[in-house]
């Protein structure tokens, strides 16, 4: 079953493909240990462990399924700028890193 790359797959298609494969989505969510309609959440929305046993039951990579879950080319965002200068300050809680606290603590003048 050959599909396009930038669409996901129909869930009829999905469903059709493993009937073809002499399964279904009830019978590989009970083979997965879970309740028989639990494998239809996949078909409705992203769910990688739902996605992997439904494409491991038909012999291809999810991706190929679901190219829109899987194929994304975002494009990152560039990070954000402070708002306002960061001053590190030293301990005494001066600007100034000429100013030094035991200086200030030395001189009684």
């Given at each position: 079953?050959?599909?396009?790359?930038?669409?996901?797959?129909?869930?009829?298609?999905?469903?059709?493909?493993?009937?073809?494969?002499?399964?279904?989505?009830?019978?590989?969510?009970?083979?997965?240990?879970?309740?028989?309609?639990?494998?239809?959440?996949a078909?409705?929305?992203?769910?990688?462990?739902?996605?992997?046993?439904?494409?491991?039951?038909l012999?291809?990579?999810?991706?190929?399924?679901?190219?829109?879950?899987?194929?994304?080319?975002?494009?990152?965002?560039?990070?954000?700028?402070p708002?306002?200068?960061?001053?590190?300050?030293d301990?005494?809680?001066?600007?100034?890193?000429?100013?030094?606290w035991?200086?200030?603590?030395?001189?009684?003048?």
């Amino acid at each position: 079953m050959k599909k396009s790359t930038t669409k996901d797959w129909h869930p009829a298609d999905i469903i059709a493909a493993l009937h073809k494969r002499g399964t279904s989505l009830a019978k590989l969510s009970r083979e997965a240990g879970l309740a028989s309609s639990t494998l239809a959440n996949a078909l409705k929305r992203p769910w990688p462990k739902g996605e992997w046993l439904i494409a491991n039951a038909l012999e291809i990579h999810p991706s190929k399924i679901w190219p829109g879950r899987y194929l994304h080319t975002v494009k990152k965002r560039e990070p954000r700028k402070p708002l306002h200068s960061i001053t590190i300050t030293d301990r005494s809680g001066h600007n100034d890193p000429r100013c030094d606290w035991q200086d200030a603590l030395t001189n009684d003048t």
